[in-house]
């Protein structure tokens, strides 16, 4: 049994607790002038860019848009 000797690993934002990164949804900041929406989700983990990476577990996800949404309400 090899243990994740080599993966890379990340933490998820909402949570603090790391976890193999292709076990990670990573979300990036998007681009200035795209006005509606703060996060894109990046299910490549391909776009450039300051990658969130956020885990599938409990309410995580949710924390984000929440999150996200509150920053809207602020601009
Ligand atoms: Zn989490």
Do not use: H, I
């Not at 979300?27 to 795209?34: F, R």
């Not at 509606?36 to 391909?46: A, H, I, L, S, W």
């Not at 984000?64 to 920053?71: C, D, G, I, P």
């Amino acid at each position: 049994m090899t243990r994740s000797k080599g993966v890379p690993m990340r933490t998820c934002v909402v949570c603090r607790k790391c976890f193999p990164k292709r076990e990670l949804l990573r979300y990036v900041c998007a681009p200035a002038d795209v006005t509606d929406r703060t996060f894109v989700p990046d299910p490549e983990q391909v776009m450039p860019g300051r990658g969130w990476y956020v885990c599938r577990e409990g309410t995580c996800g949710e924390r984000l848009e929440a999150a996200r949404v509150r920053r809207k309400k602020f601009n």
